[in-house]
């Protein structure tokens, strides 16, 4: 088992850890963000995103709960940023990870993601073969302890709506990970951030620093955008701000 972890440790890092994906996310963020803006990374694994936006001039707090990532990034982050070693949720309370230890990425506090991701597209080859006792706080938590963010990147496998029910108040900027094999998880977020405020959106295919849409467009067209993509299709971020 710890053979398992170590080499999904190294895996995660071969393939996230890199600093020239670091620097085409700096630039994407810097169009994002002001200098000064406040960051918040919910689900930071190898910490690419959170060195990314700090680049970019935000201050940044990064929250990851999962081991062996968490220690990772305590012995490796820059002082700066702030890491929350918590799930981030509903509520404040201890929950359960199902981890993957060859695929740590895929690794979710979601109750039923691993049950659900183990018959879809894509998914075959991952098993998720040891649970993770975490603690869980909420972005209402978050914010009364550090401010209201500019910016929230939700990379969290299936539990994106789970993080926005812990919220009270809409946000400026925030960008939550969609996977064409759950758009109901990504449709039950539309919902959650319909309630919050008026919402546009715009999307990022996989890895890419760039949007896919030339402008940004209500959720009925992001709903519709959903609805035509193969479950097969590959992941992204869906970015969604204020007006």
Same mark, same amino acid.
């Given at each position: ?5 170590f080499r ?9 850890y ?9 630039r ?8 000064g803006?406040?960051?918040? &990374?919910?689900?930071?694994? /190898?910490?690419?995103? %959170?060195?990314a ?6 201050? /940044?707090?990064?929250?990851e ?14 002082? &700066? ?10 509520? #404040? ?5 199902? /981890? ?24 075959g ?29 939700? &990379?969290?496998?299936?539990? #994106? ?36 405020? &008026? ?12 949007f ?9 067209? /992001? ?16 970015? %969604?701000?204020?007006?």
């Amino acid at each position: 088992m710890r053979i398992r972890v170590f080499r999904g440790l190294i895996r995660s890092l071969a393939i996230y850890y890199n600093p020239r994906r670091i620097r085409q996310l700096r630039r994407f963020y810097r169009e994002l963000m002001q200098p000064g803006a406040l960051a918040f &990374d919910i689900g930071a694994h /190898v910490g690419n995103r %959170a060195r990314a936006m700090r680049a970019a001039g935000a201050r /940044v707090v990064a929250c990851e709960p999962q081991e062996p990532f968490a220690t990772f990034l305590r012995r490796s982050l820059p002082r &700066d940023i702030v890491l929350v070693e918590k799930a981030v949720g509903p509520a #404040e309370r201890m929950a359960q990870m199902d /981890v993957s230890s060859l695929h740590p990425t895929v690794s979710s506090v979601s109750r039923d993601f691993a049950a659900q991701a183990a018959q879809a597209p894509g998914f075959g080859h991952v098993r998720w073969d040891r649970r993770q006792q975490v603690r869980m706080t909420t972005l209402d938590r978050l914010i009364a302890q550090h401010g209201l963010p500019d910016f929230v990147k939700i &990379d969290v496998e299936g539990f #994106e709506a789970d993080v926005l029910a812990g919220l009270s108040q809409p946000l400026p900027l925030l960008s939550v990970e969609y996977l064409p094999a759950f758009r109901d998880r990504t449709l039950a977020v539309l919902d959650l951030l319909a309630a919050l405020g &008026d919402y546009r959106f715009n999307a990022v295919a996989g890895e890419a620093t760039e949007f896919l849409w030339p402008d940004w467009r209500d959720a009925g067209a /992001v709903r519709n955008w959903l609805a035509g993509l193969p479950a097969d299709g590959g992941s992204g971020d869906l970015y %969604a701000r204020l007006g």
